[in-house]
């Protein structure tokens, strides 16, 4: 057995049958906290399987070791590429709205509801034929990325503190070019060099610290906590919303 092979119908189905019978709760009416909880609880079980299929199908022996001490987003994420079930939780997403056309749209439903969310593996397609989002293919490895969004009451909208990911090697940057119809950039210095294998494997990311004081002091634009220079336009429209920018 692969986890791999299980659904995200099935994977759903799943954490929806841990909320109902460990907390009595609907997916519409679960809180973060159930929801994690439930998805803790579907995983640990899937790292039971898959020791039991181990055990009858290999000699050696294997460890498994799933960590939910750090942030939730990173080690969730984490757990599941090494379990091989990012794509099913990516997926899942786009099948609770299916009437949403859009992942910013989708984005929006699902952090108004549960205040916060950590999406993975964006930019690859989804069964619908799009992306949940725009990845640019030389950036970071579509299978090793996530973004972190906090629901802001004073915007109304869900706002990106976080935005990280493993930047491309040699095979992701082949790989991704491919797909994406952008094979003219082979020859561009950065690819050309990261192809030949020329350059160090890197890692990005990190917490927005402006936006993050933007969510706790409920500030309605990023000129309220940086010193920045702004357009007469945007000058004005904030003199008359009573936004002060620094």
Known sequence: MKLSEISANEMRSAIEDKQCAY????????????????????????????????KQNNKGKKVHYMSMEFLIGRSLMKNAYNLGCGEQLTQALEDMYPELKTGSEREKAYVKEHKTACIMQIGGKLRSGKPHDGRAPDYDDWQLNCDILFWDEVLQRPLEIS?????VDRDTLDRQLKLSGCDDRRNLPFHKMLLNDELPLTIGGGIGQSRLSMLMMGCAHIGEVQSSIWDADTILTCEEAGIPLL
């Open 23 to 54: 907390f009595a709760v609907t997916s519409a009416e679960a809180s973060d906290e159930q929801v994690f909880q439930a998805c803790a609880m579907v995983i640990r079980e899937l790292m039971s399987r898959l020791k039991t299929v181990s």
């Open 163 to 167: 935005s990280m990911g493993i930047r």
